[in-house]
């Protein structure tokens, strides 16, 4: 929609906001949200300058490493990618206090949802200055397990 010039649903608006790649299971109880882990990113690397410079999405957040042109892209808008654990669904779900669908309704669990989040357990994968996790995490290590021996039985 944004690509093509046309406005976002009413109440839809993306402006100074984080979006988190996630397709949260209905709610049991009292639960705001049921289970909420994070999606695979890097498959939403093409949208990311349409996120970041037409939305003008503040950050994201999903799992796993994003693509090289994404990270450019990151980098260029000053923007952040974060992670959130995969795996832990119903931990990252505690962090969301509210939810409303603000568009696509008719999508079920891939609407497009507002969260209210508090304490949300995420760590920079990649900083605004372009800087991954997934590249400074390995090389740093590396080194470090360089000398250390390994018997193969």
Excluded: C
């Excluded at 988190?20 to 109880?29: L, T």
């Excluded at 957040?61 to 990270?71: D, L, N, Q, S, T």
Aim: hydrophobic share 45%; proline share 7%; net charge negative.
């Amino acid at each position: 929609m944004l690509d093509a010039g046309k406005p976002l649903p009413d109440g839809l608006d993306f402006k100074d906001r984080v979006i988190y790649y996630v397709g949260p299971v209905d709610p049991v109880g009292t639960e705001v949200v049921g289970p909420a882990g994070p999606t695979t990113a890097n498959r939403m690397d093409r949208f990311t300058e349409t996120m970041l410079g037409k939305a003008g999405l503040l950050a994201m957040v999903g799992k796993a490493e994003r693509g090289p042109e994404a990270i450019e892209i990151i980098r260029k808008h000053g923007s952040a990618y974060l992670i959130a654990v995969g795996g832990a669904a119903f931990l990252v779900s505690q962090a969301i206090r509210a939810s409303r669908v603000v568009g696509f309704a008719e999508l079920g669990m891939e609407a497009v949802y507002e969260f209210e989040i508090r304490d949300m357990p995420v760590t920079v994968a990649v900083s605004s200055q372009g800087e991954s996790v997934h590249d400074t995490g390995p090389a740093a290590w590396r080194g470090k397990f360089a000398g250390i021996p390994v018997a193969v039985e």
